[in-house]
């Protein structure tokens, strides 16, 4: 096993997109970040210089760290931030996956800016459980703001929480440009070249701050073989559903005439955009064939297989073909019998306005998961679960709803629409095996989806569906044979989605929607797995320095 050293320098550097000059925080003075480039089972020690203005923490997403909470980062969930003009070093222990995951910054709204690939190869000795590529490109779809997302947007975003005076996304980015089709965008076009007639591996992160994408590529089928960092049973597809947070392996083959070819990513659900213009909806990039050929006709666009904006068929039929590989190298470990089963509702809900401030009036827009809305402590859930220390927390997450109801009807418990406010955990014993189901629900309307992320596991997708989940009949047709294994998946608008996983690995772990004002809203819990009898099943001990709880700015203000 190979040990790699990275160190990642945060600032501050003023770029251009849109016409618009931008402050945005960055790693190594590069947008998007650093690809980090390992064989399974390595390990990895980041070094995080901040020299920017405020407060990080990183995350490694889809990383499971055996026993190792200390180096997940969650802000006020693992760790407190690390201060400006200090380091911290975490330590990515690389065991369990294998193909595309990805890192990014995990307080206020900083992963915009801040995220980059993880690329994991095979072991040594072991390879591809498809051909090997001719070929690889890292594609990182982001979001742009032109106002930029740094803390005091958050901050203001945080006073108003809920409010539509979030930070508005003005567009959408491939590998941190917007393509042609953006004013100021088309010289800087990220262009990938190739040859004729090879196999191409992509690796697809979606960094996208707050909604699902449709990504596709003209004239071209794409073969779906990983995601998550577990690869999946091949499916040729004409475009790809992705959600904030989820990363798709894909295999392209240039058998078209040579000549120029838009790869195109459109948003696909509900989100406030600075500007509506369709252009800005739309990244572009261009694969272009090497070799002579008349450069003189536009790039065709994939205008027959991109799925338009809203189009939520186009998404469930793209969800349900995903499957594990599942095969004796790779196999599926999904739990027959569960002894915790969780019914959690995921809502929009409102929460009253404790000032004049609220731009609903006298109340304002929550988010929460079976009606609690998460409200951050101001030390870490961690570090209070390790040193008991209590009023930080309250260890009782509720197993199911307060009330059961017609989730996605028009008659829905307006005593609901309120959400009450918390800082509640879901304590579970080591290996207990467990099933979620999450049920989106339209207590305000405007049901959306909700990607819903977990950190320290991936788990699988038993089941997934429209409207309510029937209790009696939905569980006759999971899947527990290939299942897919993810650690983000998308709770469909007004449907839900059953997951089950093993809690083998003891720590503290965030849950929450990959959609960053769903999060914001307080879309959110945390679980705590407890220690099994050995010490090879327990937590591991913290490391010698972990960054001090000192109040932020943000704290201050409140
Ligand atoms: Cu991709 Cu909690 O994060």
Known sequence: RTVHYYDFVLREINVTRNCTITTILVVNDSFPGPTIRVQKGDLVYVKVHNQGLYGVTLHWHGVKQPRNPWSDGPEYITQCAIPPGT???????????????????????TRSTVHGAIVVLPREGSSFPFPTADGEHVIVLGSWYNEGTSLNKALEMEMSIGSPNIPRATGYLINGQYGDFVPCSNETTPHFFVDYG???LLRIVSAVVGTEMFFSIADHNMTVVGMDGAYTKPIVVSYLMIEP????????????????????????????????????VVATAIIQYKGNYSL???????????????????????????????????PVDVPYNVTTRMFITASLNSLPCPDDSCYMGDSKLAASLNNISWKDPSVDVLQAYYRNISGVYTADFPDFPPEMFNFTGDDLPSSLAEASVGTAVKV????????????????????????????????????????NFNNETDPLAYNLVDPPKVNTFGVPRSGWVAIRFRADNPGVWFWHCHIDRHMSWG??????????????????PPPPYMPPCVASKKDKLF
Not at 431 to 450: A, C, K, M, P, R
Not at 527 to 536: A, M, R, S
């Open 198 to 200: 090879k196999t191409y």
């Open 523 to 540: 879309m959110d819990y945390v679980f705590i797995v407890k220690n099994g009898d050995t010490e090879e099943t327990s937590m591991r």
């Open 428 to 467: 579970l014993n080591y290996n207990e095996t467990v099933e979620i189901v999450f049920q989106g629900t339209n207590l305000l309307e405007g049901s959306e989806y909700h990607p819903m992320h977990m950190h320290g596991y991936s788990f699988y997708i038993v089941g997934l569906g429209s409207g």
């Open 87 to 109: 380091n911290f070093t975490y330590e990515v222990n690389l065991t369990e996956e294998e193909g595309t995951i990805w890192w990014h910054a995990h307080n206020e709204w």
């Open 245 to 280: 947070g989820q990363t798709m392996d894909i295999l392209v083959t240039t058998n078209q005439s040579p000549g120029r070819y838009y790869m195109a990513a459109q948003r696909f659900a509900t989100e406030y955009l600075a500007f509506t213009k369709f252009s800005h």
């Open 296 to 330: 003189t006709s536009p790039p065709s666009f994939p205008i027959d297989t991109l799925p338009f904006y809203h189009d939520y068929s186009a998404a469930a039929s793209f969800t349900h073909q995903l499957r594990s590989l599942a095969t004796e190298e790779y």
